[in-house]
């Protein structure tokens, strides 16, 4: 069994699916929020562009 003595011990109290759940909360937030920082990111860098496109149009 891969859980092995600490797994199965857990399992039996039932605190694995805790700590499971634990961390899947976790890892699903720190999957937010790096998709978030992305969409920042590449929406800074859509302005940014749409901005110097407009500077550049301006000056000719």
């Known amino acids: 069994m891969l859980l092995g003595t600490f797994g199965y011990e857990h ?3 039932g605190k694995l699916v805790g ?3 634990s961390l899947d ?3 699903m937030r ?3 929020r790096m998709a978030h920082n ?3 990111q590449h929406y800074g860098c859509e302005r940014l562009h749409a901005h110097l496109a407009e500077q550049a149009h301006h000056i000719s």
């Open 11 to 13: 399992l039996k109290r």
């Open 25 to 27: 909360i976790y890892l």
């Open 19 to 21: 700590i499971i759940g």
């Open 30 to 32: 720190k999957l937010v």
């Open 38 to 40: 992305e969409t920042k």
